[in-house]
Protein backbone atom coordinates (compact mmCIF):
# COMPACT_ATOMS: atom_id res chain seq x y z
CA UNK A 1 0.00 0.00 0.00
CA UNK A 2 1.02 3.09 -1.27
CA UNK A 3 0.13 7.13 -1.58
CA UNK A 4 -1.40 7.57 -5.27
CA UNK A 5 0.12 9.20 -7.40
CA UNK A 6 -1.00 10.89 -10.92
CA UNK A 7 -0.12 8.31 -13.17
CA UNK A 8 -2.40 5.67 -11.18
CA UNK A 9 -5.58 7.69 -12.34
CA UNK A 10 -5.62 5.27 -15.13
CA UNK A 11 -5.71 2.02 -12.79
CA UNK A 12 -7.68 3.85 -10.08
CA UNK A 13 -10.88 4.56 -12.62
CA UNK A 14 -10.26 1.39 -13.58
CA UNK A 15 -11.08 -0.17 -10.23
CA UNK A 16 -13.79 2.48 -9.51
CA UNK A 17 -15.41 1.38 -12.86
CA UNK A 18 -15.60 -2.37 -12.08
CA UNK A 19 -16.85 -1.88 -8.16
CA UNK A 20 -19.97 1.01 -9.80
CA UNK A 21 -20.57 -1.80 -12.74
CA UNK A 22 -21.53 -4.08 -9.23
CA UNK A 23 -24.00 -1.43 -8.98
CA UNK A 24 -24.69 -2.51 -5.25
CA UNK A 25 -21.39 -0.77 -3.39
CA UNK A 26 -21.13 2.66 -4.94
CA UNK A 27 -23.99 5.12 -5.87
CA UNK A 28 -22.25 6.38 -9.28
CA UNK A 29 -22.26 4.04 -12.35
CA UNK A 30 -19.04 5.09 -13.63
CA UNK A 31 -16.37 7.05 -11.98
CA UNK A 32 -17.64 10.57 -12.69
CA UNK A 33 -13.98 11.75 -12.00
CA UNK A 34 -11.11 13.29 -13.23
CA UNK A 35 -9.16 10.72 -11.21
CA UNK A 36 -5.53 12.95 -11.76
CA UNK A 37 -7.19 15.83 -10.89
CA UNK A 38 -8.73 14.73 -8.13
CA UNK A 39 -5.44 13.24 -5.91
CA UNK A 40 -4.08 16.37 -6.50
CA UNK A 41 -7.58 18.02 -5.16
CA UNK A 42 -7.43 15.73 -2.30
CA UNK A 43 -3.50 16.33 -1.41
CA UNK A 44 -4.43 20.13 -1.75
CA UNK A 45 -7.00 20.20 0.92
CA UNK A 46 -4.49 18.13 3.25
CA UNK A 47 -6.29 14.40 2.72
CA UNK A 48 -5.01 11.11 1.56
CA UNK A 49 -5.34 8.86 -1.27
CA UNK A 50 -3.84 5.47 -1.24
CA UNK A 51 -3.81 2.90 -3.58
CA UNK A 52 -3.37 -1.47 -2.51
CA UNK A 53 -1.50 -3.53 -4.96
CA UNK A 54 -0.68 -6.60 -6.33
CA UNK A 55 2.12 -7.74 -8.40
CA UNK A 56 2.17 -4.37 -9.44
CA UNK A 57 -1.49 -3.74 -10.41
CA UNK A 58 -4.38 -1.60 -8.80
CA UNK A 59 -6.45 -3.81 -6.54
CA UNK A 60 -7.93 -1.18 -4.60
CA UNK A 61 -7.61 2.33 -3.56
CA UNK A 62 -9.39 4.46 -0.43
CA UNK A 63 -8.94 8.12 0.59
CA UNK A 64 -9.66 10.84 3.07
CA UNK A 65 -10.65 14.24 1.88
CA UNK A 66 -11.49 17.05 4.07
CA UNK A 67 -13.97 19.14 3.56
CA UNK A 68 -14.18 21.96 1.51
CA UNK A 69 -15.08 24.82 4.04
CA UNK A 70 -13.32 26.21 7.09
CA UNK A 71 -16.44 25.15 8.60
CA UNK A 72 -16.10 21.40 7.79
CA UNK A 73 -12.22 21.16 7.36
CA UNK A 74 -11.69 19.01 10.95
CA UNK A 75 -14.00 16.30 9.01
CA UNK A 76 -12.86 14.03 6.77
CA UNK A 77 -14.89 11.76 4.43
CA UNK A 78 -13.56 8.12 3.85
CA UNK A 79 -13.88 6.49 -0.06
CA UNK A 80 -12.89 2.92 -0.81
CA UNK A 81 -13.04 0.98 -3.59
CA UNK A 82 -11.70 -2.75 -3.77
CA UNK A 83 -11.76 -4.74 -6.65
CA UNK A 84 -14.21 -8.02 -6.33
CA UNK A 85 -11.18 -11.03 -6.68
CA UNK A 86 -9.58 -9.52 -3.89
CA UNK A 87 -12.04 -8.75 -1.24
CA UNK A 88 -12.06 -10.85 2.31
CA UNK A 89 -8.28 -11.54 2.16
CA UNK A 90 -7.80 -7.94 4.38
CA UNK A 91 -6.71 -5.38 1.89
CA UNK A 92 -9.76 -2.87 2.57
CA UNK A 93 -8.68 -3.25 6.13
CA UNK A 94 -5.38 -2.56 5.59
CA UNK A 95 -6.32 0.46 3.35
CA UNK A 96 -8.74 1.92 6.27
CA UNK A 97 -5.91 0.81 8.70
CA UNK A 98 -3.32 3.03 7.20
CA UNK A 99 -5.76 5.62 6.45
CA UNK A 100 -6.81 5.83 10.21
CA UNK A 101 -2.96 5.93 11.24
CA UNK A 102 -2.34 8.72 9.11
CA UNK A 103 -5.35 10.57 10.34
CA UNK A 104 -4.33 10.30 14.14
CA UNK A 105 -1.24 12.21 13.10
CA UNK A 106 -3.18 15.40 11.26
CA UNK A 107 -3.55 18.41 13.06
CA UNK A 108 -7.09 19.69 13.13
CA UNK A 109 -8.49 16.81 12.04
CA UNK A 110 -11.12 15.01 14.55
CA UNK A 111 -13.32 13.22 12.38
CA UNK A 112 -13.74 10.82 9.99
CA UNK A 113 -17.36 10.16 8.26
CA UNK A 114 -18.67 7.81 5.73
CA UNK A 115 -21.84 6.49 3.87
CA UNK A 116 -22.63 2.69 2.70
CA UNK A 117 -25.77 1.39 1.78
CA UNK A 118 -27.35 -0.75 4.71
CA UNK A 119 -27.01 -3.77 2.61
CA UNK A 120 -23.33 -4.11 2.31
CA UNK A 121 -23.27 -5.95 6.04
CA UNK A 122 -19.24 -6.63 5.15
CA UNK A 123 -18.46 -3.26 4.80
CA UNK A 124 -20.28 -2.00 8.30
CA UNK A 125 -18.87 -4.80 10.06
CA UNK A 126 -15.62 -3.73 8.70
CA UNK A 127 -15.99 -0.44 9.40
CA UNK A 128 -17.13 -0.78 13.18
CA UNK A 129 -13.84 -3.27 14.17
CA UNK A 130 -12.28 0.45 13.23
CA UNK A 131 -14.37 2.22 15.99
CA UNK A 132 -17.14 3.49 13.72
CA UNK A 133 -20.48 3.63 14.85
CA UNK A 134 -23.83 4.41 13.28
CA UNK A 135 -24.80 8.12 13.03
CA UNK A 136 -27.67 8.78 10.69
CA UNK A 137 -30.06 6.76 8.52
CA UNK A 138 -31.51 7.79 5.33
CA UNK A 139 -34.29 5.48 4.31
CA UNK A 140 -35.11 4.48 0.98
CA UNK A 141 -32.45 7.08 0.01
CA UNK A 142 -31.48 4.50 -3.09
CA UNK A 143 -33.35 2.21 -5.46
CA UNK A 144 -31.53 -0.41 -6.73
CA UNK A 145 -32.97 -3.18 -8.85
CA UNK A 146 -36.27 -2.07 -7.86
CA UNK A 147 -35.19 -2.27 -4.24
CA UNK A 148 -35.03 0.80 -2.09
CA UNK A 149 -31.83 0.77 0.23
CA UNK A 150 -31.43 2.71 3.12
CA UNK A 151 -28.10 4.69 2.97
CA UNK A 152 -26.24 4.36 6.27
CA UNK A 153 -24.02 7.52 7.94
CA UNK A 154 -21.15 6.20 10.01
CA UNK A 155 -18.34 8.23 12.00
CA UNK A 156 -15.66 8.05 13.85
CA UNK A 157 -13.64 10.81 16.00
CA UNK A 158 -10.16 11.08 16.79
CA UNK A 159 -9.78 12.77 19.80
Do not use: C
Amino acid sequence: MREAVGKDAVSIVDVVNRVASERIYVVPESSREDWRETIKEIKRRKGSIIVATTDGKIVGMAYLVRGKFEKDRHVAFLGISVLKEFRGGGIGAGLIDKLMKWAEKQQGLEKISLTVFSTNRPAINLYRKFGFYEEGLSRRQYRIDGKYVDEVTMSKFLS
